[in-house]
């Protein structure tokens, strides 16, 4: 549902703002907890009242519901490294940031107060609206897999309309906004425009990868990140128990080493290795977490993950291959134990 005074700030990387109140917020949203179609989720709440910085505008997202659909959302912020920790949602491990409409916001050096952005209808909420609205009952059919949830990440679809790759608004937006540095996107549009040459099906792919590779090795930077893994769709991948624990240093493997152990799709038991992963191939990270459940954004149903699966700090998706083009989720890449190796130095200081 629209706001018929929703303030548009137009919002820019590194602004400072101020979370609106509890109660201007909630008189934002509809009895599910959602403005245009976004759920403003309970555990934000007490962030009202805070001074915090913007990270990105979010005016263009990725979704797992429709891979191939990306999604335009207005006047949304990302702030920095402001996650969901699962509460109320089933102890979901994703880590998703949060999305802030800029109706929740206002500038550092805007003294003004009061509700100022309620809905056309003015129906808002309450906060027990917000907790009943995180959750719907179970099919009929999927009883046995419990609540479906209600997140930013199950709305995106909803929230969102469909965005073309190729649209030109976008990159202007992203520079505008601060998003991204005008280098950085030409970068992006350059490979994107070399990779479908490359896979054009007109038999020069192969010295096109190749003359890539040579130029980026020269320059040390990375190189052709989409290639297809060396199993067979119909074979089995092969898996790896570590156990690896919290603290632990891990080195990601070479790109051939682990396009050994996906199949065709590039996918290990389920799980795809994205070209966003290539780019921290060989290096050493830490070990920030291990994910078990996450909520499956398509149908809101809790997953429990039947194979290890981790999370190493300081890593987030960059969106330079994704579609979206820099998409502002900057979700946490998922990595197979199988791709991962223990260093001599085993636990970080």
Known sequence: MSSAN?????????????????????????????????????????????????????????????????????????????????????????????????????????????????????????????WAATKKPPSPELVHLGPRYVCQATQITAATRPLPFWSIPQFIEDYTSGNQRISTILGAISFALYYRLAESGLGFGTPLRWLYDKIQGIRGKTGYVRRMGRIPLNGKTPTMNLDLQPGELVKIKSHSEILDTVNLNLVNRGMGFHPELVPFCGQTFKVKYRVRNIINEKTGHMMELKNPCIVLDGLHCGGYYTKPLFCTRDCFPYWREIWLERTKDNVAE
């Not at 402001?82 to 999305?99: H, K, P, S, W, Y």
Request: include cysteine.
């Open 6 to 130: 929703s303030a548009i700030l137009k919002l820019k990387s590194g602004e400072w703002v101020y979370v609106r109140s509890k109660a201007e917020i909630l008189a934002t949203l509809d009895k599910n907890g959602r403005y245009e179609e976004l759920p403003f989720m309970p555990q934000m709440l007490p962030y009202c009242g805070q001074k915090l910085r913007v990270a990105r505008r979010a005016h263009k997202v990725c979704s797992t519901q429709h891979p191939t659909v990306s999604g335009a959302m207005n006047d949304a912020v990302v702030i920095e490294e402001l996650r969901c920790d699962g509460q109320g949602f089933g102890g979901c491990e994703a880590g998703c940031l949060f999305i802030w409409k800029e109706a929740w916001l206002k500038r550092a050096d805007d003294a003004t107060t009061g509700v100022t952005n309620p809905l056309a209808d003015g129906s808002g909420c309450t906060e027990d609206d917000l």
